[in-house]
């Protein structure tokens, strides 16, 4: 089948090389010449694991190929799927459409036959209704069916997330739209991946509710792990504790600094305000987004806490050790470094940085930070260290060789990545979370 992929960032690009991958002829648009032009070089704009490899083999193949030119791109294509941006409108919170509304526009001024429009962008209730009029409008006379189909890949993860997920959700309104889209999915299903078919309204709220239900339950790991901290118990003793109840499940029970990404921060957001356009509270998910927020300042105020207090702390220097929102990507979206580095920065304190992918995303995000080219580097003559991402180059630092570097030994560490008594035994004052 020839299939189009408008937007060909983090989603838009490991879909679409994953799609030619099962078989398919995809053409990923974009409207950033820069990135077009990188990917016909073969070079990639985005660090994903295996992406690059993924990528060559199947444009290799005849496959996959890239162009700015939306008409050229959805030329005889029977599915377009919309992979743009849906940021956090500026000022007030709601799902910025107006990129995903200007692709439809522009398929409803080049579409030359019958195909079906997909949104893969996260986007609110009611969005797939108001595409579906910008196409009527056009009155294309040929059939053209709008359906839902939200994504769920993990950065850092993603390919394996797309070719084999837990279940693919198809929100669709008319059997031209289910058929096409059991065609487009047709080599996962024969891997037995459920394919959920519902309305898409549905579809359209099942993508906000998981992430809201996933940022949700980071949160109350969070705050228990405050609870530990206060009443000596340790939060990954208690994690385990209740995850291996199989009603829970262990996943997404990780204490740590925060949700951030490109993900949780905005989707939450966003439910809140359909919520509310709705006149339909949901107070658990207004609690996470709120506790989530503050959490991200409270680990800058935690380093300086373990050096001692503000006083102490004002004019010393902290090495961060990782900084884009998890590992594997170079994703610095909402990642919680920024908001560590900046309460140290507010302190007074110096802040010097090393992460193995993300500084070039996150120079411009970090003013006065200073970035160097390694964890060594980093921590040589610092007063105190945060490691901020669990990067597995992070896991087996030579501790030893971190202390001789170190102005003085003082580790926090808001990722629980090491065992206390170890890091203990070598000297550090060593600060966790949730784990006396
Ligand atoms: N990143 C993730 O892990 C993830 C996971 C699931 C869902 N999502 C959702 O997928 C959507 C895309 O996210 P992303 O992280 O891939 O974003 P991204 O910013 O990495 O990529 C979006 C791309 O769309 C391009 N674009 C914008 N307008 C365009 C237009 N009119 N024509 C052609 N290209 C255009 C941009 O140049 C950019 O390259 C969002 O709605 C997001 O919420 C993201």
């Keep these: 089948m020839k299939i189009a992929m408008v937007g060909s960032g983090y989603v838009g690009l490991v879909s679409g090389a994953c799609l030619a991958d099962f078989g398919h002829d995809v053409t990923c648009i974009d409207k950033d010449p820069a990135?077009?032009?990188?990917?016909?070089?073969?070079?990639?704009?985005i660090y994903e694991p295996g992406l690059a490899e993924l990528v060559a083999g199947n444009v290799?193949?005849?496959?996959?190929s890239f162009t700015t030119s939306l008409a050229e791109g959805i030329d005889g294509a029977q599915a377009i799927f919309i992979a743009v941006g849906t940021p956090s409108r500026r000022g007030d919170g709601h799902a910025d459409l107006s990129f995903v509304y200007a692709v439809a526009r522009e398929v409803a001024e080049h579409l030359k036959g019958p195909a079906v429009i997909v949104t893969k962008s996260t986007v609110p209730v009611g969005t797939g209704d108001e595409v579906e009029r910008i196409l009527s409008e056009a009155g294309l006379p040929f059939p053209v069916s709008v359906v839902s189909n939200p994504e769920f890949l993990r950065e850092g993860a993603a390919i394996g997330d797309f070719k084999r997920p837990d279940r693919i959700v198809v929100g669709a309104e008319d059997e031209f739209g289910r058929q096409v889209m059991q065609d487009v999915y047709r080599p996962l299903f024969l891997n037995q991946a459920?394919?959920?078919?519902?309305?898409?309204?549905?579809?359209?709220?099942?993508?906000?509710?998981?992430?809201?239900?996933?940022?949700?339950?980071?949160?109350?790991?969070?705050?228990?792990?405050?609870?530990?901290?206060?009443?000596?118990?340790?939060?990954?003793?208690?994690?385990?504790?209740?995850?291996?109840?199989?009603?829970?499940g262990s996943k997404f029970l990780h204490a740590g600094p925060g949700y951030g990404g490109s993900c949780f921060p905005k989707d939450t957001l966003a439910l809140l305000k359909t919520a509310e356009d709705y006149?339909?509270?949901?107070?658990?998910?207004?609690?996470?987004?709120?506790?989530?927020?503050s959490r991200k300042r409270a680990m800058g105020r935690k380093v300086i806490e373990a050096m001692g207090g503000a006083e102490l702390a004002r004019g010393k220097t902290v090495a961060l050790l990782g900084l884009t929102f998890k590992p594997?990507?170079?994703?610095?979206?909402?990642?919680?470094?920024?908001?560590?580095?900046?309460?140290?920065?507010?302190?007074?304190?110096?802040?010097?940085?090393?992460?193995?992918?993300?500084?070039?995303?996150?120079?411009?995000?970090?003013?006065?930070?200073?970035?160097?080219?390694n964890a060594y580097e980093a921590v040589t003559g610092a007063d105190a260290i945060a490691l901020v991402t669990e990067w597995d180059a992070f896991r087996a630092l030579d501790l030893d060789r971190v202390k001789a570097l170190v102005k003085a030994p003082v580790l926090v560490d808001l990722r629980n990545v090491y065992r206390p008594d170890e890091v203990r035994a070598k000297g550090f004052a060593y600060t966790s979370i949730g784990r006396a």
Excluded: H, W
Aim: hydrophobic letters at 45%; proline letters at 5%.
């Design 279 to 293: 006149d339909s509270p949901l107070r658990i998910v207004e609690a996470v987004a709120k506790v989530n927020d």
């Design 328 to 373: 594997n990507t170079d994703d610095m979206r909402d990642a919680p470094a920024i908001a560590v580095a900046q309460t140290l920065q507010d302190a007074g304190v110096a802040v010097v940085a090393y992460d193995p992918e993300g500084m070039e995303m996150a120079a411009p995000l970090m003013p006065g930070v200073r970035m160097v080219g």
């Design 60 to 64: 290799k193949g005849g496959r996959l």
């Design 35 to 45: 990135k077009i032009e990188r990917l016909q070089a073969g070079i990639m704009p």
């Design 194 to 248: 459920p394919l959920l078919f519902t309305s898409r309204r549905s579809s359209e709220l099942i993508k906000y509710a998981a992430n809201a239900f996933l940022a949700t339950k980071i949160t109350f790991i969070n705050e228990i792990a405050d609870l530990c901290e206060k009443v000596g118990g340790n939060v990954q003793d208690v994690a385990r504790g209740i995850g291996l109840d199989n009603r829970i």
